[in-house]
């Protein structure tokens, strides 16, 4: 056989390969669930982790009064497993931080973004919490 009889009889083969590979990579990002399966319950203490992490604040005193959401799981993009908001002032301006939870610890906080939804939340007050020993 020559090169061209055989590149005829392999360009169906290839084509074939190439469109399956694509076409399963691609199928899976729809069906992905914008949330991961249940935990089970999260850490009832998160309050106290939240507030223990907040003393680590350079610029502690310059927040207003801290207010934080209920606790819920993460998405997609978030990292963590759980995590809760925290409403405050900044120079008189109302701010969002979100506190990111894995393994009943504080693994990240950052000012809010939108994937995070802490606009939309519910909060109540921070309580204060005892300096750990």
Excluded at 96 to 115: C, D, K, P, S, Y
Aim: charged share 20%; net charge neutral; glycine share 8%.
């Amino acid at each position: 056989m020559s090169f061209g009889e055989w590149s005829k009889l392999l360009r169906p083969c290839i084509g074939t390969v190439v469109a399956a590979v694509l076409g399963g990579c691609s199928s899976t990002f729809f069906i992905l669930p914008d949330t991961p399966t249940s935990l089970g319950p999260g850490p009832a203490d998160y309050q106290a982790l939240v507030a223990n992490n907040l003393r680590e604040l350079k610029d502690r005193t310059s927040l207003g009064p801290l207010e934080i959401s209920p606790l819920r799981q993460t998405r997609l993009a978030q990292p963590g497993d759980w995590f809760a908001c925290v409403r405050t002032t900044v120079q008189e301006q109302l701010t969002h931080f979100a506190f990111f939870i894995r393994e009943g610890r504080v693994i990240e906080r950052r000012q809010a973004v939108l994937v995070d939804g802490c606009a939309q939340e519910q909060f109540q007050p921070l309580p204060e919490q005892p300096r750990p020993l």
